[in-house]
């Protein structure tokens, strides 16, 4: 096996990488970047299927080997709008096909810019020895940190960003899933794409002629392959009571005030005298404010009373005049409560950013987006009877500080609480399912993700699946679920890793950069 390939259109002649493997020329490469991107997209569920992501990655790689700048905006084009076409479509379920091709639009954006940064790693360091260890090693470290780095970027900006397309997200399936244990997603992003630059670099330095070049994406391999989970110290179990109302909950849904509630109340009532410590709902399980309605207050204080036990739930409340997406653990008894605000309220679906510019480019889209929550700066924990129960509402399940700061905390096991009714027979259900699991890898604690219309499961400290409420479904359970006490690796390193991976990847490369400039001026 060898990468023997003609050279790209455009692309700066190399040295001593072998002259007969500077890249795909740019007709093969379009299509084969758009192969990719549909193999990465169908590795994330609905269709799940893990090892897509390696073909994916490598063919993003391959396309980007000996590309000019022009020709790795165009590949990087191809591949970063099938996958975000694809793998965002549900987007436009809430709002129509504008807020969908938005999107994906941007990521695209986005994601061409990082592959013309991959695209100079290749050139510039065209004239390194092509099998030392600067090639084999190096060069695949520096594009893993690249790819990770741009995900990092895709997770933080605009708008607090949007972290929802990673490549270590769809590998919860896979066997490298427990790496994430002990460098967070990101670092688990890093390795994966450094493997599949590694096997690049081998192809391009001889193939099957050169096995000696497979041992450094071989190495990474057998650390994805054979890292087991960081353990997590038993604490304990809790009987968590979890409630999926199936309620008339969308934002477009016809209902009644208090409709919601009737739901999530008339779904618990079989659980009511059961013993349990913990009852637990989902965002958007209250109709009304229980902090400024007596009657919504009233109904809560019944339904804590006949499950002695108390509730966790969630609603829109106001303070202040402001309004917030809150979790609220609530008790009979006004001071006993404690409450949690949704740290990032989403952009265009909970509030609208700069709403006096996009009113002049979408009005009407803009105008039916009335709720605008502002951004909660409490912990994401509460406390029951001693026991850390960590947080994240709806999408805050993506944003890697919501997690590792209620781990931080004191979290013993998680409780996730979404609204997936916007999204009713899409893929957004399933794709943030697979986060919630990575999130009990990532922390090695169990996690009750409870939905309004499903899916909710009870997943286990390992990312198995313990229980499931199906979606369309009116249901609820008591599970008993295991205590974890002990922070994991990621949830200490993970923000070291977040900023030194695509810092420390922005100096090598350009480090890289100057030498290759010096050394085109030396040669002249």
């Not at 933080?156 to 427990?178: C, D, H, K, N, Q």
């Not at 994966?192 to 099957?208: D, E, K, N, P, T």
């Not at 200490?492 to 950069?513: E, F, K, R």
């Amino acid at each position: 096996m060898q990468l023997s390939l003609t050279p790209a259109a455009g692309a700066v002649p190399t040295a001593d990488v072998s002259s007969s493997s500077s890249g795909l020329p740019l007709w093969a490469a379009i299509p084969a970047a758009l192969i990719g991107g549909l193999a990465l997209s169908l590795a994330s569920p609905p269709v799940g299927w893990w090892p897509l992501a390696l073909l994916g990655v490598t063919l993003a790689l391959i396309t980007l080997v000996g590309r000019s700048i022009g020709g790795a905006a165009l590949v990087g084009a191809g591949f970063g709008g099938v996958f975000f076409f694809t793998h965002l479509i549900w987007v436009g379920e809430f709002l129509g096909p504008v807020p969908w091709i938005a999107l994906a639009g941007l990521e695209t954006i986005l994601f061409s810019i990082g592959a013309v940064l991959i695209a100079l790693a290749y050139r510039w360091a065209a004239r390194l020895p092509h099998r030392g260890a600067a090639q084999l090693v190096g060069i695949p470290l520096l594009v893993g940190g690249l790819w990770a780095g741009r995900e990092v970027v895709l997770g933080s900006w605009p708008y607090s960003g949007f972290p929802w397309a990673r490549i270590g997200m769809t590998l919860v399936e896979s066997p490298m899933a427990e790496v994430a244990s002990w460098t967070g997603v990101t670092g688990l992003s890093f390795l994966f794409v450094a493997m599949c630059a590694g096997v690049v670099q081998w192809a391009r330095a001889g193939g099957l002629r050169f096995l000696r070049g497979t041992l450094p994406a071989a190495a990474v391999m057998a650390l994805l392959l054979l890292a087991p989970q960081f353990p997590t110290s038993p604490a304990g179990t809790f009987e968590v009571g979890w409630v999926q109302g199936n309620g008339p909950a969308a934002y477009f849904d016809t209902r009644e005030p208090g409709d919601v509630l009737a739901a999530q109340a008339q779904a618990t009532a079989p659980l009511l005298g059961q013993p349990m410590d913990l009852l637990a709902w989902p965002e958007g399980g209250v109709d009304d404010d229980p902090l400024a309605d007596t009657a919504t207050a009233a109904t809560l204080d019944r339904i804590v009373r006949e499950a002695d036990a108390p509730l966790l739930m969630n609603a829109a409340t106001a303070r202040g005049g402001d309004v917030f997406n809150s979790s609220l653990l609530w008790t009979t008894q006004p001071d006993e409560r404690q409450r949690h605000d949704k740290i990032n309220p989403v952009p265009f679906g909970e509030y609208v950013p700069d709403r006096w510019l996009y009113e002049m480019i979408v009005p009407d889209l803009v105008g039916l987006i009335q709720r605008e929550y502002t951004p909660g700066t409490l912990p994401p924990l509460v406390t029951v009877d001693d026991v850390g129960v960590g947080l994240a509402i709806c999408f805050d399940v993506i944003y890697d500080q919501v997690i590792w700061d209620g781990a931080r905390e004191g979290a013993q096991l998680y409780v996730f609480q979404t609204n997936n009714a916007d999204f009713r027979g899409t893929a957004e259900n399933l794709q943030q399912l697979a986060f919630a699991r990575m999130r009990a890898i990532e922390t090695g604690r169990a996690i009750v993700n409870v939905s309004t219309t499903g899916t909710s499961q009870v997943i286990a400290p390992d990312g198995t699946t313990v229980a499931t409420i199906p979606v369309d479904t009116a249901s609820a359970a008591i599970t008993t679920v295991p205590l974890r006490t002990g922070l994991t690796p990621a949830t200490i390193l993970g923000p070291w890793i977040s900023v030194l991976v695509p810092v420390g990847a922005l100096g090598v490369l350009t480090a890289l950069g100057i030498l290759h400039r010096i050394r085109n001026r030396s040669s002249v």
